[in-house]
């Protein structure tokens, strides 16, 4: 069973930056895996907001992240990371990573698609405000 251990949440003023790690259990390698960043804020659904290839660093945002988040990995460290700058108080929300195994090139376009992942974090807390 594939684990995933977040974090890097915490508290962060409206404007400010944060970056998320997302570490996947050793024993499985990040380069057979799509791995995406979701997040879920109270009486809202799960929303994907990135994904990355583990094979060659394809990657993917949701509208209202693309150009303030940075989605990368890190193959020798089995790790994959989600720089968030210029943060709003909307997006206050525990966010989660997730893995599947990788997807055939023609089907990458599911990747910000939660029901397509098997495996996923525990989760971590981000809040902004004041």
């Known amino acids: 069973q594939l684990q995933l251990v977040e974090s890097g949440g915490g508290l962060v003023q409206p404007g400010g930056s944060l970056r998320l790690s997302c570490k996947l259990d050793?024993?499985?390698?990040?380069?057979?895996?799509?791995v995406g960043w979701f997040r879920q804020a109270p009486g809202k659904e799960r929303e994907g907001i990135s994904c990355i290839s583990g094979t060659d660093g394809w990657t993917s945002y949701t509208d209202s992240v693309r150009g303030r988040f940075t989605i990368s990995k890190e193959n020798a460290k089995n790790t994959v990371y989600l720089q968030m700058n210029s943060l709003t108080t909307e997006e206050t929300s525990v966010y989660y990573c997730?893995?599947?195994?990788?997807?055939?090139?023609?089907?990458?376009?599911?990747?910000?698609?939660?029901?397509?992942?098997?495996?996923w974090g525990q989760g971590t807390q981000v809040t902004v405000s004041t």
């Open positions: 997730a893995a599947r195994s990788r997807f055939i090139t023609s089907e990458q376009y599911k990747c910000l698609t939660k029901e397509e992942y098997s495996y």
């Open positions: 050793d024993a499985f390698s990040l380069r057979r895996y799509h």
